[in-house]
């Protein structure tokens, strides 16, 4: 149902590891397949998946106001419900901690809903008319030969990358993923190249599924 659209699973861990790891089909190949008795259906699946969790079972394991009672047994036991493929397949990974009250109550204009629409317009615009002849329509949709031909790495990108695999142990999928998250990172700031700045901010967004299982 979800399909060319957008899937918000809230408070994820707390479905049943069995239903999320089903995820992991139309997260890497779009589409699910459902096998009956009778027959085997697939059904197309594109969709944005957004998804949010606690840190812990009480929700503030990483809050500095309140103090969180959950024992370390108990924290990973609710977040060993998002197995690390399933975490590996998701893009953008972020941590939200409690706003403090001087930010909440601070009077400085934000920049507009309006400016920022117009800068997801012109990359999308952008990607359109890179991907006109690829059969594909955004950077997500990349593949391999897409990434080799609109990922190229400089030396210094290949250095970035190189040692966020390296130190930080990102699997070949989320390397590509990083790969398309700087290219979109990129097309934001309307920049044709990639270059280090774009692929470590893609890196930062990747490191929540390793702090999970440090």
């Known amino acids: 149902m979800a399909h060319n659209g957008v899937l918000f699973l809230d408070e994820l861990p707390e479905f049943p590891r069995n239903v999320l790891e089903v995820m992991r089909q139309p997260l890497e190949e779009r589409r699910v397949t459902i096998a009956r008795a009778q027959m085997t259906l697939t059904f ?5 998946l957004v998804a949010a969790s606690n840190p812990c079972p009480c929700g503030f394991a990483q809050d500095f106001r ?11 036991r609710y977040m060993s419900k998002i197995s690390g493929p399933l975490m590996d397949r998701i893009d953008i ?14 009077t400085r204009s934000a920049e507009s809903s309006e400016v920022i629409r117009m800068r997801v317009v012109a990359a999308r615009n952008l990607q359109l008319r890179r991907f006109f002849d690829e059969r594909i329509y955004t950077n997500a949709q990349m593949g391999p030969r897409h990434l080799r031909k609109f990922c190229v790495l400089t030396p210094e990108c290949e ?16 390397y590509d993923r990083i790969l398309k998250v700087a290219r979109t990172i990129a097309d934001l700031a309307g920049e044709d190249c990639l ?5 470590s901010e893609a890196v930062q967004y990747r490191t929540l599924d390793r702090n999970l299982w440090a």
């Open 44 to 48: 197309p699946a594109a969709f944005v």
């Open 159 to 174: 250095k970035v990358m190189e040692n966020a695999v390296t130190k930080l142990g990102f699997s070949a999928r989320g």
């Open 93 to 106: 990974q972020i941590d939200v901690p409690a706003v403090p009250y001087k930010e909440l109550a601070n």
């Open 66 to 76: 309140r103090e969180c009672f959950c024992t370390p047994p108990q924290i990973q």
């Open 195 to 199: 270059t280090p700045k774009h692929l």
